[in-house]
């Protein structure tokens, strides 16, 4: 086993396990947070792969731009947080373990043996061959992505468009 395939493991447990801990969670702001450890994990096996450009936009645009959006909607949405702090200590463990095992692996990753080559095979093609190659191999997985995407979409629409009951702080005594 080298020293890639170890790494490779590794991250994809951490992976696994971040996204169970962000699925089962139920306060949201707990999720989130797992879930950009999951993306940060997934950053990380793509520059293990050979893109580190795919590494940087999984950060930029997945674990960045796209969660502060989710943290947004959690805010919107008014979730409760429980007690008044936003994270309770037993759930800073968690956070703290995953964030100090990324750190090494990703400190591994970058200092490792700088003699290692690692040559990959550059693919290359238009736009139109892409789509042709996808469309003809994957179309069932497009599918199901399309089709989970309109669930999603629906989700969201039904969430926001039910009505909430207000608190008994927000109603005035002629209101029942």
Same mark, same amino acid.
């Given at each position: 086993m080298t020293i890639y395939s170890f790494i490779f493991y590794i991250l994809a447990t951490l992976i696994l396990a971040t996204t169970a801990m962000a699925i089962t969670r139920r306060n949201m702001v707990h999720a989130v947070i797992y879930l950009i450890f999951s993306f940060f994990g997934s950053a990380m096996l793509f520059?293990?792969? &050979? $893109?580190?450009?795919?590494?940087? =936009?999984? +950060?930029? #645009?997945?674990? &960045? $731009?796209?969660?502060?959006?989710? =943290?947004? +909607?959690? #805010?919107?949405?008014?979730?409760?947080?429980?007690?008044?702090?936003?994270?309770?200590?037993?759930?800073?463990?968690?956070?703290?373990?995953?964030?100090?095992?990324y750190l090494a692996i990703g400190m591994g990753i970058i200092a490792g043996d700088p003699n290692s080559k690692i040559f990959l095979k550059t693919a290359?093609?238009?736009?139109?061959?892409?789509?042709?190659?996808?469309?003809?191999?994957?179309?069932?997985?497009?599918?199901?992505?399309s089709l989970l995407l309109f669930v999603a979409l629906v989700g969201a629409l039904i969430i926001g468009r039910r009505a909430r009951k207000p608190s008994t702080a927000e109603t005035t005594e002629g209101e029942s």
């Amino acid at each position: 086993m080298t020293i890639y395939s170890f790494i490779f493991y590794i991250l994809a447990t951490l992976i696994l396990a971040t996204t169970a801990m962000a699925i089962t969670r139920r306060n949201m702001v707990h999720a989130v947070i797992y879930l950009i450890f999951s993306f940060f994990g997934s950053a990380m096996l793509f520059y293990l792969f &050979g $893109a580190p450009f795919l590494a940087v =936009l999984e +950060v930029i #645009i997945y674990a &960045g $731009a796209i969660m502060v959006l989710f =943290l947004f +909607v959690v #805010i919107m949405m008014k979730s409760d947080t429980g007690d008044g702090r936003l994270f309770a200590l037993r759930q800073w463990l968690p956070v703290a373990v995953f964030g100090l095992v990324y750190l090494a692996i990703g400190m591994g990753i970058i200092a490792g043996d700088p003699n290692s080559k690692i040559f990959l095979k550059t693919a290359r093609a238009t736009p139109s061959v892409f789509g042709q190659f996808i469309f003809k191999n994957h179309w069932l997985s497009i599918e199901v992505i399309s089709l989970l995407l309109f669930v999603a979409l629906v989700g969201a629409l039904i969430i926001g468009r039910r009505a909430r009951k207000p608190s008994t702080a927000e109603t005035t005594e002629g209101e029942s």
